[in-house]
Each structure stands twice: as C-alpha cells, then as structure tokens.
C-alpha cells in the first residue's frame, strides 16, 4: 500500500502563489505517473496537471502558464507551483498517484486551497 499526502495548501490572496508538495511511500516512485486534481464546492473533480514517469507534462487549458508540475523522484515528491492565483483556483486540490502497469492506484486526502479577492 502506497500512502500519498499533500501539504502546502492555505489561504492566499488574489495574484499570489503557492506550492503544493505530495509525497508517496514506497521505492518504486519514480515509476508513477503523478497527477493534480481539484474539486471546487458543487463541482465535479478535474484534472490540473499530470507528470508522467518519463516527464511528460500536461496540463489543464485553464491553468496554462500559471501553474508548473514537477517531480523529484529521489524524494519521492511532487510538486505544483501555483503563480498568479485568482478565485476560480479555490478548491481542495488532490493527488494521484498512479501505476498502469501494476494496476496501482492512490490517492491523497487533498489541501484546501482558497483565494481571496
């Protein structure tokens, strides 16, 4: 069983940045195809960006040029810099980490993320 957490959620004002780390157990990290997800209040969960285990990158149209993935597999964490943040970003952000290959799947139990105008 992989355990996966997120941290670095919080409050921030409109045009601020932040930070969100996730980080997964075991030893096989470097092999996960990583992904953010966020779920604003009355919304369905979308995704927001994903890595995969190659560093292939992608991202949601609307966070394009604001927020940037990234991984560092050595401290089996991954990121999500977040810049120029407005109210629309408000949401319990979550990460995924997932194993195709081994049929492997987890999740983490997300970080609220408010702005405020």
């Known amino acids: 069983q992989v355990q996966v957490a997120e941290s670095g959620g919080g409050l921030v004002q409109l045009g601020g940045s932040l930070r969100l780390s996730c980080t997964a157990s075991g030893s096989i990290f470097s092999r996960y195809t990583m992904r953010w997800y966020r779920q604003a209040p009355g919304k369905q969960r979308e995704l927001v960006a994903v890595?995969?285990?190659?560093?292939?990158?992608h991202y949601t149209d609307s966070v394009k040029g604001r927020f940037t993935i990234s991984r560092d597999n050595a401290k089996n964490t991954a990121y999500l810099q977040m810049t120029s943040l407005n109210p629309d970003d408000t949401a319990v952000y979550y990460c995924n980490a997932d194993h195709p290959l081994l049929r492997l799947n987890f999740w983490g139990q997300g970080t609220q993320v408010t702005v405020s105008s």
């Open positions: 890595i995969t285990d190659d560093g292939r990158i």
